[in-house]
């Protein structure tokens, strides 16, 4: 994830840096479509990389996805460090995002099938903090070159991407395979022992077969009431386990994540800050890399608050901070038409969107699609939901500079409306999922329930029911007795 988040925010001081126009051919007004192309080709990249994760992710298993994505990076990190033309640039960046789509997918995935119920959500939210610490550190990587000029000021920056590849290549082989991958596969052994060390706790123990029990269960069921991917799009009576439902929703919050502006400020905030606001080169990439800093503070900030306070709660906290510094923004913008004083004020408010971004939407959009879907489905569900960001991203990165080049202050009135739009969405139709272990979720989808999830009061607290406690509790008490009643009979027959 550091090295995604570092990835996203290299390109910022790239599409900035003189000596990159002028070898590719970019400078003038007249070449911004192309260079928002060249940004935004990327997301593309990322978008198919996220369909192959969901193609043979199922097959390959969790470590194998990322280490084909981390090879694949590779070859378009060289391609593009190394870049002399515009048309290698376009392929270097494709072959780029189509690593880091299959890495982004299958990353999420793997962090959550291979924590604690309790520790879950706290290690995809830090995933996504160190994400944001990627970010940080290209950005003030990207100052300190400005000062120099000619190719090193955008290659270097680019060809760093190795050193986090070469980390991920050297410690992945050594990790564990996902336990309810390998359940999945018939390799019940393996998934035990994996269970157990995550648990720091013996394969026989009666809490593991009861995790072994439920695993196997939810795998039976869905598999006996799977809905065809030919068959999602209709209405069937038959889906016992709202797979379309649990498939958009998940997908969904990757949508308002990119509707909500980020990659705005991820991909052009030096431009933004240059051209809406009227800064320098040089104070924009030095404010670009101070808000970075405080963005990685607040966003690992997040993970110590997100099971107390729930997926729905961060977002809903999200949407209210990033609607208010889009107001702000806008009000200020239009006022700078007659003093820019004005202008200068709004980017203590473009501080205020990430800070409020990191505490909510960075984390859990990327946690909950991984959450809401079934084990079947969970490897298609990330990846469908992944897919749906970088589609959406691609959409947002294209029309930034061309939106602020042409209705200045008036671009920012569209993204003030969305995050007001997505909170009554989320308030309504958004379930919890913090605090309840993956098998509760397929639990809680057997019931058939409503899609309106603000009548019952379990579905929205952030406390785990306490019918998926008792049930649990039973299962732990009849296992115990099943080992304590085998462990008699063994010592019977030995006598």
Same mark, same amino acid.
């Given at each position: ?14 599409v900035?840096?003189p ?7 970019l400078?003038g007004?007249t070449?911004?479509?192309? +260079?928002?192309t060249?940004?935004?080709? *990327?997301? #593309?990249?990322c978008?198919?990389?996220?369909? !192959?994760? /969901?193609?043979? %992710? &199922?097959?390959?298993?969790r470590k194998?996805s ?5 090879v694949?990076?590779a ?7 190394s870049?002399y ?9 494709i072959?780029?995002g ?7 997918a299958?990353a ?8 604690q ?10 995933d +996504? ?5 990627? *970010?940080? #550190? ?6 300190? !070159?400005? /000062?120099?000029k %000619? &190719? ?5 920056p ?6 986090f590849?070469?980390v991920?290549l050297m ?26 060390c995550?648990?720091?706790i013996?394969p ?5 077969m ?12 869905e598999s ?11 209405v069937?009576?038959?889906?016992n ?6 498939l958009?929703?998940?997908?969904g919050?990757?949508?308002m ?14 431009l933004?800050l240059?051209?809406?606001?009227g800064?320098s080169?040089?104070?924009?990439r030095?404010?670009t890399?101070?808000n970075?800093t ?5 966003s690992?900030a ?9 997926r729905?709660g961060?977002?809903?906290l ?6 208010a510094?889009?107001l ?17 004020a709004?980017v203590?408010?473009?501080f ?8 909510g939407?960075?984390g ?10 079934s084990?079947?489905?969970r490897?298609?569900?990330a990846?469908v939901?992944?897919?749906t960001n970088w ?8 029309i930034?500079?061309?939106g ?10 569209v ?5 007001a ?6 308030y309504?139709?958004?379930?919890e ?7 509760d ?5 057997r019931?058939?329930?409503?899609l ?5 009061a379990?579905?929205i607290s ?6 998926f406690v ?7 008490q009849?296992?115990?007795?099943e080992?304590?009643s085998g ?6 027959h030995?006598?």
């Amino acid at each position: 994830m550091m090295l995604f988040g570092y990835d996203q925010g290299v390109f910022s001081g790239v599409v900035v840096t003189p000596d990159f126009l002028k070898v590719h051919g970019l400078v003038g007004p007249t070449k911004t479509k192309v +260079l928002s192309t060249v940004a935004a080709i *990327y997301d #593309i990249g990322c978008f198919f990389g996220a369909i !192959l994760a /969901f193609t043979v %992710g &199922g097959r390959l298993g969790r470590k194998r996805s990322i280490l084909l994505g981390t090879v694949i990076m590779a070859v378009g990190t060289v391609l593009q460090a190394s870049s002399y033309s515009l048309a290698q640039m376009f392929i270097g960046r494709i072959v780029l995002g189509l690593g880091n789509g299959i890495n982004t997918a299958t990353a999420p995935i793997w962090q959550t099938e291979t924590a604690q119920a309790r520790w879950r959500g706290k290690l995809v939210i830090l995933d +996504l903090g160190l994400n944001v610490g990627g *970010y940080c #550190i290209v950005n003030w990587i990207n100052y300190g !070159l400005s /000062f120099h000029k %000619g &190719g090193i000021a955008w290659r270097l920056p680019i060809a760093l991407q190795l050193f986090f590849i070469a980390v991920l290549l050297m410690t992945i082989p050594w990790l564990p395979e996902s336990p309810r991958w390998l359940m999945a596969q018939a390799r019940e052994e393996e998934a035990m022992e994996v269970l157990a060390c995550v648990e720091a706790i013996s394969p026989e123990d009666p809490r593991i077969m009861t995790q072994r029990d439920e695993i196997k269960f939810s795998i039976a069921y869905e598999s006996d009431n799977a809905v065809p991917w030919s068959h999602l799009l209709r209405v069937n009576a038959s889906d016992n386990t709202k797979t379309l439902r649990r498939l958009l929703l998940g997908a969904g919050t990757q949508a308002m994540q990119q509707f909500q502006g980020i990659n705005i400020m991820s991909y052009y905030l030096p431009l933004v800050l240059m051209n809406s606001v009227g800064l320098s080169d040089k104070m924009a990439r030095l404010l670009t890399a101070c808000n970075a800093t405080s963005y990685f503070i607040f966003s690992c900030a997040a993970a110590t608050i997100v099971e107390r306070v729930g997926r729905r709660g961060l977002m809903m906290l999200s949407c209210i901070g990033q609607f208010a510094s889009f107001l702000i923004i806008t009000i200020l913008l239009y006022l700078a038409e007659g003093d820019t004083v004005y202008a200068t004020a709004s980017v203590a408010f473009f501080f205020l969107y990430h800070v409020a971004f990191g505490m909510g939407m960075l984390g859990v959009p990327w946690l909950y699609p991984t959450e809401i879907n079934s084990l079947p489905m969970r490897t298609k569900g990330a990846a469908v939901s992944t897919a749906t960001n970088w589609i959406t991203n691609f959409a947002i990165v294209e029309i930034t500079p061309i939106g602020i080049q042409s209705i200045g202050w008036k671009f920012w009135i569209v993204w003030t409306i969305l995050n007001a739009v997505f909170l009554p969405i989320i308030y309504f139709l958004y379930p919890e999922t913090a605090n309840r272990t993956l098998e509760d979720m397929d639990a809680y989808y057997r019931s058939n329930p409503p899609l309106i999830v603000t009548g019952d009061a379990d579905v929205i607290s952030t406390k785990r029911p306490l019918h998926f406690v008792y049930h649990e509790d039973e299962e732990v008490q009849k296992n115990a007795k099943e080992a304590i009643s085998g462990d008699a009979g063994y010592a019977e027959h030995v006598n």
